[in-house]
């Protein structure tokens, strides 16, 4: 079974810029949570997605928002990109439904830098 | 506010020994779950142990073990044996209380263990 998969892997941008992110869950998972991880803050949520809806939002601007698609693949977009945006964005699946002990699984991340 | 904290920030261990990496939870619900994760240099997080409030005996995974204990409101991981390969971040980290089928994870600043030959 493959695991969740995110692209790119690393990724470059300046301020002002703007930039998406993807992430393709593990197959049958309808939940798909994006994390952003510094090394001050640590991992932060930024928000959920179930079945095409948000679900659950985290305390970031509105510059940062989401989607998910009918197969379940996700996108995050950060719009006029600044310095402190820098950090590794991980994106994490799980079914989405039954039992709280279900673990979230998640990508390698996308690391973003911002020039 | 429900929060996690992890008071070590750097373990060293040698090969072969038993550590254990520090994680208390603050959350006045009485129903939550405690989550432990491994993260390698390359990035992943990749699961390990999971504890509910109401379990009644204390998780194991092979040579991982959770010491849970509500009254103190810890949820120690144990790793037994360790291996040159267990050098990462370990992450503490909660299920939301009364987050119905919400999937967010509170999480602790982590530890970085490091395994000597």
């Known amino acids: 079974k493959a695991g969740v998969t995110q692209t790119p892997r690393y990724l470059i941008k300046t301020r002002g810029q703007q930039v998406t992110l993807s992430c393709s869950p593990i197959?049958?998972?309808?939940?798909v949570s994006w994390y952003q991880q510094t090394p001050g803050q640590g991992l932060q949520f930024l928000f959920e997605?179930?079945?095409?809806?948000?679900?659950n939002k985290g305390n970031f601007p509105g510059r940062f928002s989401g989607r998910q698609f009918s197969n379940s693949r996700s996108e995050m977009n950060v719009s006029t990109l600044e310095l402190g945006d820098s950090a590794l964005y991980l994106c994490?699946?799980?079914?989405?439904?039954?039992?709280?002990?279900?673990?979230?699984?998640f990508g390698d991340g996308t690391r973003l830098s911002i020039l | 506010a429900q929060k996690i904290t992890q008071t070590q920030p750097g373990m060293f261990v040698q090969e072969k020994e038993a550590v254990t990496l520090d994680c208390t939870y603050d959350?006045?619900?009485?129903?939550?779950?405690l989550f432990w994760y491994k993260q390698p240099s390359s990035g992943e997080m990749i699961f390990l142990i999971y504890?509910?409030?109401?379990d009644q005996q204390n998780a194991t995974e092979g040579r991982y073990s959770l010491n849970f204990q509500k009254a103190r409101k810890s949820a120690n991981l144990v790793i037994s044996a360790s291996q040159l390969g267990d050098s990462a971040m370990y992450f503490c980290a909660m299920r939301e209380p009364n987050a119905g089928n919400n999937r967010k994870l509170i999480w602790g600043l982590g530890t970085s263990l490091a395994v000597n030959p």
């Open positions: 994490a699946s799980s079914p989405g439904t039954g039992g709280s002990n279900q673990p979230q699984h």
């Open positions: 997605y179930f079945s095409e809806t948000q679900r």
């Open positions: 959350t006045s619900d009485p129903s939550y779950g």
């Open positions: 197959s049958g998972h309808r939940s």
């Open positions: 504890q509910g409030s109401y």
